[in-house]
């Protein structure tokens, strides 16, 4: 299902605005070097971003359904198309963020508006039952856009014992610990830079290090992770501009190579891509080159599974953009722009 012929199957969250109707999906030729087979794979309101179990048989989602919102399952058919399950809706504004655990046992997702983390079990059929712990974040910011806790990324660990939730609101990251039946316990606080707002992260894969993007002062913050009881520290924050960029810009996602070597974020407003080295003994960055995303508000990108290309969303501009990727320098070339998806902001392959 991940490959056939070397074509890896993607899928795209979209603001259902405009033309866009809910979650799209494509094919990515890596023979031809071409994305193909653009089309609606489920139709729902705001699937602003989606994830997908470890065995590629369900896709998880965000979802608005009038004034509720919440979560929901799709199972994933062979061919890519997908199957409503259920879905797991409340009162109030739809999460931001959505994550599983390798087992398809638990999902979690953290709601921007409400400033809460949320844990639900799952089934063998992929079901997603009503809400485990919800568990609410207080305080605020310098920023004016922190007058509140605003949760914006829920992802567990390396090992899977604790859930490491971003709160952009509050300039921290929150460690819970996860028990057997799902529930979120609070274990750490580290506060963070004030006023960085911190968004997205993302693991290096010797699951020592992470590395966090902040919106509001883009930079990616080096960090490392003390597995015995969930807390980590502080190593290096490192811009993603030019020093010579000075007009509006939001951070936006980040990824990393499968080989630790390569971390890579997003910059919206500058419209480009931040590619670094990461240093082997201390897991720091290094700047390597900026790259245009060829577009309006790249919210996000990901690295195929062969990891030889890269697709980025464009969310104001409508397009998808495929890269080439050198696993050897980390550099991006671009191969097509022109890839019109309606406000795509999430971007996630079926796992290799």
Known sequence: ????????????????????????????????????DVKLAAELD?????????????????????????????????????TSINSQLV???????????????????ANYHKGEVVSYLLDETGSISPAVSVMKHEGSGPDPRQEKPHTHYAGLTPDENFLAVVELGIDALITYSVGSD?????????????GSGPRHLVFHPNGKYAYIMTEFSSEVVVLTYYPEDGHFTEKQYISTL??????????????????????????????????????????????????????????????D????????????????????????????????????VPYPVCVKFLNE
């Open 91 to 109: 009162a109030g504004s739809s999460p931001c963020h959505v994550s599983v655990d390798s087992k398809s046992k638990v999902l979690f997702s």
């Open 242 to 303: 030019p020093e010579d960029f000075a007009e509006n810009n939001q951070g936006s996602a980040v990824h990393i190579s499968s080989d630790g070597r390569f971390v890579y974020a997003g910059n919206r407003g500058h419209n480009s891509i931040a590619v670094f080295r990461v240093d082997a003994f201390s897991g720091e960055l290094s700047l390597v080159e900026h790259v245009s995303t060829e577009g309006d508000w790249p919210r996000d990108f990901a690295l």
């Open 182 to 194: 799902g529930t979120l316990t609070k274990a750490k606080l580290l506060p963070l830079k004030g």
């Open 305 to 340: 599974p062969s990891e030889k290309f890269i697709v980025a969303s464009n969310q104001e501009s409508g397009n998808l953009v495929l890269f080439s990727r050198d696993d050897a320098t980390g550099r991006l070339t671009l191969i097509e722009s022109d890839i019109a």
């Open 46 to 82: 705001n699937p602003t971003y989606v994830n997908i179990s470890k065995d590629n048989r369900f896709l998880y989602v965000v979802k608005k359904e009038g004034e509720n919102g919440g979560v929901a399952a799709f199972s994933i058919h062979e061919s890519g198309e997908l």
């Open 1 to 36: 299902m991940t490959n056939k012929n070397n074509k890896y199957i993607g899928y795209i969250g979209t603001y259902t605005k405009g033309e866009s109707k809910g979650v799209y999906s494509f094919t990515l030729d890596t023979d031809e070097a071409k994305i193909l």
